[in-house]
């Protein structure tokens, strides 16, 4: 059974939003359960398509070694509770019926960070 609509106002999901998404199931190594992500897709892209490209956050608390890819976001930026790692190496495609609500949005140096940690994850000129 698919889920309610994500709480957008209506509008939406455009890049360098956070939303809490439903990433379940997942497989292997995936994150997994319900967590804050940033979208990453072009907006454009967003509005005409019935996915998000997104990559999910992590506890900073629980990333002891960050990878190159690691992007760190102190709270309260873009309506996180706690300090928290973007995690690109996860990137992913989701429906946009697992975006459950917005959160916020991420600074645009911020935003800047996470599209060179993205490069870097892709092999990216």
């Keep these: 059974m698919r889920s ?7 509008s939406q999901p455009q890049r ?26 072009r907006t454009s892209f967003s509005r005409a398509s019935a996915v998000v490209v997104v990559c999910p956050f992590t506890d900073a608390a629980r990333v002891p070694h960050r990878y190159p890819c690691d992007v760190e976001v102190r709270a309260p930026e873009g309506g996180l509770k706690k300090d928290s790692v973007v995690l690109t ?6 429906a946009k019926h ?12 911020t935003l800047r960070q996470v599209e060179q940690a993205l490069k870097t994850t892709l092999d990216l000129p």
């Design 89 to 94: 190496g996860q990137v992913r495609a989701v």
């Design 4 to 10: 309610p609509r994500p709480s957008t106002g209506g």
């Design 98 to 109: 697992r975006l459950l609500k917005r959160l916020g949005e991420l600074s645009p140096e």
């Design 16 to 41: 360098g939003e956070i939303y809490l998404l439903r990433l379940d199931p997942t497989e292997g190594s995936e994150q997994a359960g319900t967590r804050p992500a940033v979208v990453v897709s």
